[in-house]
């Protein structure tokens, strides 16, 4: 019994929280005060403990809560449930958009959308430059730049090739 209650809990945060895994605290908060799975002292360790650790906070918050309520099995099912109402959303919107992918209106927005999410990145990539400076990645920058200008590949090539420069250049000086 104690599954099906995590799993419908847990489904209910993943369903209705939107705006990011901070948005599941008052959720998991409400848990708190309603059910004795955990204390709202041992909620602030986990969001804590969350978020240092890689992944979506959300996620890793329903994890150390299910976990906290029923061990390995309570952690599966609680961040199983969690990202259910989003992978069945994603999945019916690809359907929609494969199903109207020929439509003039969903062919403007995707035409729209292309370049509006560029542009995030952008943003992201020129405040991470500005913020963290290094001379040896503006250099890498350059050359890859200048490759992907001249030949045009795979992205996976050139991400490849930054992964191996970065850890070298990390190897050759530490502190960098």
């Given at each position: ?27 998991l908060y409400h848990i708190a005060e309603t059910r004795e799975w955990y204390t709202a002292q041992q909620l602030t360790d986990m ?130």
């Amino acid at each position: 019994m104690i599954y099906l209650q995590l799993f419908l809990e847990f489904f209910h945060i993943g369903l209705f929280s939107f705006g990011g895994g901070y948005a599941t605290i008052p959720f998991l908060y409400h848990i708190a005060e309603t059910r004795e799975w955990y204390t709202a002292q041992q909620l602030t360790d986990m969001i804590a403990v969350s978020s240092i650790t890689p992944g979506p906070v959300g996620v890793n918050v329903a994890t150390f809560a299910g976990y906290t309520t029923s061990g390995i099995l309570g952690s599966v099912i609680a961040t199983a449930s969690v990202v259910l109402p989003s992978l069945i959303i994603v999945i019916i919107v690809s359907k929609l958009l494969e199903q109207f992918k020929h439509n003039e209106y969903v062919k403007s927005i995707i035409y729209c959308l292309k370049p509006a999410g560029c542009g995030l990145l952008a943003a992201v990539g020129v405040n991470m430059f500005l913020n963290e400076f290094n001379p040896a990645g503006l250099v890498l920058f350059l050359i890859l730049f200048g490759m992907t200008v001249k030949k045009k590949h795979d992205p996976l090539v050139y991400l490849g090739i930054s992964a191996a420069a970065g850890l070298v250049i990390y190897l050759v000086n530490p502190a960098s």
